[in-house]
């Protein structure tokens, strides 16, 4: 099922946004050009999941970060075996709390943030990050970080003609094109807030989070359209030439 362009996940970053998994969805199955073992995930995911965007606990937003894993490696490994090319899944960390988190390159993790490290293949994010954004936004949220650090990772496997200078908005731009996919491949059921809060939403975080800095990621107008054109037009729309 196609969703229509307006809104998907920065416009899911809103008030009254919710996401619905689909039970026993599976995207198209790569094929031998996979390499590597799929990033941890849940294997039961029979039962529906509807959690709508009131503060939740955090068992509830723990099995959202999972769902959102899966359904995004489920994206791009169809995405890779597609394109004939070898696709090797991050490793997820998951959740460290203020500087707790794993070091890349020898730096430590900053509070507040979320981060794809290439060193290692492995992406990571405060949980306070994820609590503010479950609380104040809602279950979108949680896929909305997890699918544009994924899309670093991506940017790790494309060849480097394909990777914007831009590579915040790009990640922006990947995470819409892989939402918008599993939507299409019926992992997922989007139901869209009001288009017009996503700025002021993303504005009111931009002051307390580095992951939504406006200095390295862009203003809410710009990632919103960045987000846009890869869930209307897809992967090939946020490739560089």
């Known amino acids: 099922m196609r969703w229509s362009v307006m809104v998907l996940l920065l416009a899911l970053a809103l008030v009254g946004c919710t996401i619905e998994v689909v039970p026993g969805a599976r995207a198209e199955p790569s094929t031998g050009q996979n390499a590597g073992a799929p990033p941890s995930a849940p294997t039961d995911q029979e039962s529906d999941t509807d959690v709508d965007a009131q503060p939740a606990a955090d068992d509830t937003r723990s099995g959202d970060e999972s769902t959102a894993v899966r359904i995004v490696n489920e994206f791009w490994q169809g995405w890779f075996a597609k394109q004939g090319r070898r696709y090797v899944p991050p490793r997820v960390e998951g959740g460290y709390i203020g500087r707790n988190g794993p070091s890349c390159a020898g730096e430590p993790s900053v509070p507040g943030n979320a981060y794809y490290c290439p060193d290692g ?29 994924w899309g670093h990772a991506i940017q790790g496997q494309l060849p480097s003609r394909y990777v914007s200078q831009a590579v915040e908005l790009q990640a922006d731009c990947l995470a819409g094109a892989a939402l918008q996919g599993a939507a299409d491949q019926g992992l997922v059921r989007i139901e869209p807030g009001d288009d017009e809060e996503i700025a002021t939403t993303l504005e009111a975080v931009a002051d307390d989070y580095p992951w939504t800095d406006q200095g390295s990621h862009g203003d809410a107008r710009q990632r919103i359209a960045a987000f846009r054109a890869g869930a209307s037009r897809g992967v090939d729309s946020c490739l560089s030439s």
Do not use: F, K, S
């Open 121 to 149: 293949n492995y992406l990571a994010w405060d949980e306070n990050l994820m609590r503010a954004g479950y609380t104040q936004i809602g279950d979108a949220w949680v896929y909305l970080v997890i699918a544009h650090e």
